[in-house]
């Protein structure tokens, strides 16, 4: 009898040590489990937000020239509402702002950052005044051959010793700030837009 209650409790002990092991490597695979699942969460929300981002339009910029006069163009302004179709030349000074358009401060055209242009009202940008919030813009890159479009979000005019609107963000968003004279000459248009 002695015998019979030893190997029955020997069986019951197994059974329990056995149950213990199944329900501690369920547990173990349930945790993974979850993680993997939270993993694939976080994963397919950063997909998400990476199809959300700006996805640069790659064009065709043959019909940009190189260079103008002795200066490297390194892109294109176009507004079509006020018919500015401008080549943006690398150096902004004088000889150069009587051809077109130039940098004056900033990353690469399309590039994270404020991207500062100016340009004469007589001759390049004389209607820049008459643009309104939620006109669009946009810029080509010719270097890597990339399209952008950009949304005005503020046009004003300020000061010529006013050089707030160079400020870099650093968001890392990317904007553009076309700057002209007003007809006097006296002040400063700016225009500012955001990438959209």
Request: aromatic share 6%.
């Amino acid at each position: 009898m002695k015998k019979g209650k030893a190997i029955i409790l020997t069986v019951l002990v197994c059974i329990l040590i056995g149950a213990l092991v199944y329900l501690v490597n369920d547990s173990i695979n349930f945790g993974l489990s979850n993680e993997t699942d939270s993993i694939a969460v976080v994963n397919q929300i950063k997909n998400q937000e990476d199809n959300n981002e700006i996805k640069d339009k790659t064009i065709d910029v043959s019909s940009i020239p190189n260079k103008m006069g002795n200066y490297e163009v390194v892109g294109q302004l176009v507004i079509d509402k006020i018919g500015v179709k401008r080549n943006i030349l690398a150096i902004c000074d004088n000889p150069a702002l009587d051809l077109s358009i130039a940098k004056l401060y900033g990353p690469e055209v399309n590039e994270p950052g404020n991207f500062c242009v100016c340009g004469h009202r007589e001759t390049m940008l004389k209607t820049l005044d008459t643009l309104k919030k939620g006109d669009t813009l946009y810029m080509i890159n010719k270097k890597t051959k990339t399209k952008v479009t950009y949304e005005i979000y503020k046009v004003y005019e300020c000061s010529p010793y006013d050089l707030s609107c160079l400020d870099q963000n650093e968001d890392g968003k990317r904007e553009v700030t076309i700057i002209t004279c007003t007809p006097s000459g006296a002040k400063r248009v700016v225009c500012k837009a955001r990438a959209t």
